[in-house]
């Protein structure tokens, strides 16, 4: 702890204004027996299954998601021995805080931190099969297991956020009020993931490198935004941004303008540029 950093966590500053914080899925904020391993610690006012591990210890309910392992799912206890992804039930639980949160009359910031796309690469078998054997133009074969099980783990992310999409629609009052925004933490496959064991191609194709590189298909990142009366279908903006400007951006479409933080602020809002495309910064 001598080496430690004093912060203020963006959802300790929601929460002073007013919002209901949750987290649901990997957090990953703190090493065990540091207060950063407790999201709660954090300010969110709930936590699912967030803790210091970086992955899950299995992504299977059958599994008890790796229970007994450094790397076990905890808060999820109620799942054990079922027969289910672990990513659908992060999205069932989330989904019932955003109830609870709309009967309760608050605001809510759901920080929805899925496992998926992480290893190990457990088998969804909702989606696998539609993958295994599907052949690749550029390679000229067929997908590999472990690329089949990695197409599997997106599209189990997509239902979620698809289903997290039809709960608000079902209540249009709180889909009008709700941001989205996705983003990824980091570019995608680290090369140490080789396609089809091919040396030397990378997965990111055209891009160069992948997960732990500084070229671009290490840093580069898929990020979408849905903000009611604000954003467009099928647009896009050219501004770039990094994950540090997401705390002053979500601050700003919060209308929280008076905040005191303990550290400098990095990031800088891109809010502005979501309303007015054409106002794009170096």
Known sequence: MNNSTAITSLPQVLKENGYRTIHCGKAHFGARTTPGADPINMGFDVNIAGGANGAPGSYLGTKNFGEGSR??????????????FITEALTREAITEME?????????YLYMSHCAVHTP????????QKYRGRYDEQLKTGLNENEAKYAALVEGMDKSLG??????????????????LFMSDN????????RQGVANRD????????????FMGGVREPMMVYWPGVTKPNTECGQRVIIEDFYPTILDMA???KYTTHQVIDGVSFADVLKSPEKTKD
């Not at 799912?73 to 109620?78: S, T």
């Not at 609870?100 to 809510?108: A, H, I, L």
């Not at 690469?121 to 696998?128: L, N």
């Not at 570019?187 to 080789?194: A, D, H, I, P, S």
């Open 203 to 214: 997965q990111n194709y055209p891009a160069r490198g992948g997960k732990g590189s500084a």
């Open 163 to 180: 289903d997290i999409l039809d709960y608000l629609q079902k209540n249009p009052e709180v889909a009008q009020n709700t941001i989205l």
């Open 100 to 108: 609870k949160s709309v009967k309760m009359d608050k605001p809510f």
């Open 71 to 84: 790397f076990a799912v905890q808060g999820l206890e109620k799942y054990y021995g079922q027969d289910i």
């Open 121 to 128: 690469y457990d088998d969804d078998k909702r989606f696998s």
């Open 255 to 257: 209308g929280v303008k």
């Open 187 to 194: 570019g995608g496959q680290g090369l140490n993931n080789v």
